[in-house]
C-alpha cells in the first residue's frame, strides 16, 4: 500500500510563489518515478512536471522557467516537492500529487494519487 500525502497549497499573488509538497510512503516509494497533475474548473487535467526514480525531471511547456519539481529519497519514503514561482492566476488549480508504477513516468502508467491541495494565485 502507498500512501501520499500533499502539503503547501494555498493563496498566493501573480508573481509569487508557493512550495508543494508530497510525502510518498509504502512499497517502493523511492524506486518509483513521482509526479504532479493538476485540474482546473472546466479545463482538461494536465500533468504539470515529473522526476524519474533517478531525479530525470519533465516540465509542462506551460509552467517551464518557473516550477521545479525535486525529490528526497529515504528508504520507504520519498518526499517530492513542487517549487512554484512566478506564478499566474491560470496557476490556478487542484494539485494532485502522483506516483507511477515504475522507475520512468510512462504516459498514464501511475497507480496511486493524493488527495488534493488548492493552489490559487489572485491578487
Known amino acids: 500500500q502507498v500512501h501520499l500525502v500533499e502539503s503547501g497549497g494555498g493563496l498566493a499573488q501573480p508573481g509569487g510563489s508557493l512550495r508543494l509538497s508530497c510525502a510518498a510512503s509504502g512499497s517502493i516509494a523511492s524506486a518509483s518515478a513521482m509526479g504532479w497533475y493538476r485540474q482546473a474548473p472546466g479545463k482538461q487535467r494536465e500533468l504539470v512536471a515529473t522526476?524519474?526514480?533517478?531525479?530525470?525531471?519533465?516540465?509542462a511547456d506551460s509552467v517551464k522557467g518557473r516550477f521545479t519539481i525535486s525529490r528526497d529519497n529515504a528508504k520507504n519514503t520519498v518526499t517530492v516537492t513542487l517549487q512554484m514561482d512566478s506564478l499566474k492566476p491560470e496557476d490556478t488549480a487542484v494539485y494532485y500529487c502522483i506516483r507511477y508504477s515504475g522507475p520512468y513516468p510512462l504516459f498514464g502508467d501511475y497507480d496511486y494519487w493524493g488527495q488534493g491541495t488548492q493552489v490559487t494565485v489572485s491578487s
Open positions: 522526476i524519474s526514480s533517478g531525479g530525470t525531471t519533465r516540465y
